[in-house]
Nanobody, 126 residues
Framework: QVQLVESGGGLVQAGGSLRLSCVASGRTFSNVAMSWFRQAPGKEREFVAGINQSGRSSAYADSVKGRFTISRDNARNTVYLQMNSLKPEDTAVYYC???????????????????WGKGTQVTVSS
């Protein structure tokens, strides 16, 4: 079992930056692939970024590629999402999610995730 707690959300002007953090506990962190999803009001939850167990491989949604960077620090049991050049369309609740597995994988399917955080709000003003 894994417990996930997100932080770092807030209000930022367009063009600004935020760094989200997600701290994991309850299971060996190095055995979980980590991902970020987001959901705007009235829209379905969508994949944003993912990173495999070792941190050697990552993937991004086309809408954020080149602006967002996912990383992890296994010594701190933490995954990060650095968000630069933020746009109003990035406004959403951002969720941290984890997938248990010994085999390295980048998880990008919502129904494939095993554990979810409660989310943190990101609001980008124009």
């Amino acid at each position: 079992q894994v417990q996930l707690v997100e932080s770092g959300g807030g209000l930022v002007q367009a063009g600004g930056s935020l760094r989200l953090s997600c701290v994991a506990s309850g299971r060996t962190f190095s055995n979980v692939a980590m991902s970020w999803f987001r959901q705007a009001p009235g829209k379905e939850r969508e994949f944003v970024a993912g990173i495999n167990q070792s941190g050697r491989s990552s993937a991004y949604a086309d809408s954020v590629k080149g602006r967002f960077t996912i990383s992890r620090d296994n010594a701190r049991n933490t995954v990060y999402l650095q968000m630069n050049s933020l746009k109003p369309e990035d406004t959403a609740v951002y969720y941290c999610a984890a997938k248990w597995g010994l085999r390295a994988v980048v998880a990008d399917r919502e129904d494939g995730m095993d554990f979810w955080g409660k989310g943190t709000q990101v609001t980008v003003s124009s």
